[in-house]
């Protein structure tokens, strides 16, 4: 699986766009990029993915490059309760089973 | 409502004792997994099952053991062999329907052997 590279930390204002940044610079034209995030002593949760279309759902955005080497997940409207570390995650698509790769993270600070 | 539930969310053992977590999931899902996660990282694969009566071994699977007898259930024992079972342990399932790669997490257990 390519390796990802997230910034550990960032802060966004309430009401205001975040956009978490994600760099995947290895990789293979097969791999999707997946997001997850995870609030504080639950588990996580799958938020969106994509392959080099941007996409979009009632959760987020998710913006890559046309080279793939990177991407953004856009929160248009942060809450408090998008307080989360978010995971991005590259992977083949799987016919039975995945193992998921999750990394360390960017833990995102919504503050009031 | 579908969803995934372990069971307890805490749990406290002493040192030599084994301990069976619960898994179960109504989401007709054929694969099923288990995670680590210690205080801040992320989250590390214990052993994983893609169809009743089989599993595989994880990233980190010495000191714990699973059994996969009905397509809905998936525990994970952690036996006295682990040598550090304080964490918080995970479970998740996911099925071709969605993507395998789409995986639903249960609210988690967390374990502490003093």
Redo the contacts between chains.
């Keep these: 699986d390519a390796k990802t590279t997230q910034p550990p930390s960032m802060d966004c204002a309430e009401g205001r766009a975040a956009n978490l940044p994600c760099n995947h610079s290895t990789i293979s034209g097969n791999e ?1 990029v ?1 997001w997850y995030r995870q609030i504080h ?6 938020i969106i ?1 994509g392959l080099k279309n941007n996409e979009t759902n009632e959760m987020a955005s998710l913006i890559i490059t046309e080279d793939r080497k990177s991407s953004t997940l856009i929160l248009p409207h942060a809450t408090l309760r998008d307080t989360a570390v978010y ?1 991005c ?1 590259v ?1 083949v ?13 960017t833990q995102l600070t919504v503050n009031p | 409502d579908g969803g995934i539930t372990q069971s307890p969310k805490y749990l406290f053992r002493k040192e030599g004792q084994n301990v069976t977590l619960s898994c179960e999931q109504n989401l007709n899902h054929d694969a099923m997994y288990w995670y680590r996660q210690d205080p801040g990282q992320g989250l590390r694969l214990i052993y994983y099952s893609q169809i009743v009566n089989d599993f595989q071994k994880g990233d980190i699977a010495e000191g714990y053991s699973v059994s996969r007898e009905k397509k809905e259930s998936f525990p994970l024992t952690v036996t006295s062999a682990q040598k550090n079972p304080t964490a918080f342990y995970l479970c998740a399932s996911s099925n071709r329907d969605f993507s395998y790669n789409e995986q639903f997490f249960g609210p988690g257990t967390r374990l502490t052997v003093l």
Aim: overall charge neutral; charged content about 15%; cysteine-free.
């Design positions: 999707y997946y002593s639950q588990g996580p949760q799958y993915h995971y995650i992977r698509q799987e016919t039975s089973g995945s193992r998921l790769t999750f990394g360390e993270g």
